[in-house]
């Protein structure tokens, strides 16, 4: 306990959990409940099975990063339902979901972890 308290700050800030680590490296990570959402946007046709997804921008609390090294996004619903990274920077992050079975993604939750440097 004490070596954590000597090598890392954390920092909650608009719903972000921020671990800050002596060495330089941060991870953020953040939860959204979206609830119902109705899937509303158009993709490239053929890139895949449903023609709806939802994106989302999520922008990282101010001086966060320096660099980012990793994003992971995952999402949990009642459905089949997939999500992916659709571009990042150390400002921000924008992500789709989708779902190749419905048009509406029932209790749908956001997980992002993101890792990178703060120094």
Same mark, same amino acid.
């Given at each position: 306990?004490?070596?954590?308290?000597?090598?890392?700050?954390?920092?909650?800030?608009?719903?972000?959990?921020?671990?800050?680590?002596?060495?330089?490296?941060?991870?953020?990570? !953040? /939860?959204? &409940?979206?609830?119902?959402?109705?899937?509303?946007?158009?993709?490239?046709?053929? #890139?895949? =099975?449903?023609?709806?997804?939802?994106?989302?921008? !999520? /922008?990282? &609390?101010?001086?966060?990063?320096?660099?980012?090294?990793?994003?992971?996004?995952? #999402?949990? =619903?009642?459905?089949?339902?997939?999500?992916?990274?659709?571009?990042?920077?150390?400002?921000?992050?924008?992500?789709?979901?989708?779902?190749?079975?419905?048009?509406?993604?029932?209790?749908?939750?956001?997980?992002?972890?993101?890792?990178?440097?703060?120094?």
């Amino acid at each position: 306990k004490e070596m954590l308290e000597e090598n890392i700050i954390y920092k909650n800030v608009n719903g972000w959990h921020i671990y800050q680590y002596a060495s330089g490296k941060v991870e953020a990570y !953040y /939860t959204d &409940p979206r609830g119902d959402v109705a899937l509303t946007g158009l993709r490239a046709a053929g #890139v895949y =099975s449903h023609n709806d997804y939802i994106g989302r921008t !999520y /922008t990282f &609390p101010k001086s966060t990063f320096t660099k980012i090294h990793f994003i992971d996004v995952n #999402v949990q =619903s009642t459905g089949y339902t997939q999500c992916q990274v659709a571009s990042s920077d150390i400002n921000k992050v924008i992500i789709r979901v989708w779902s190749s079975y419905s048009t509406i993604v029932s209790g749908l939750t956001v997980l992002l972890k993101v890792v990178g440097r703060w120094k």
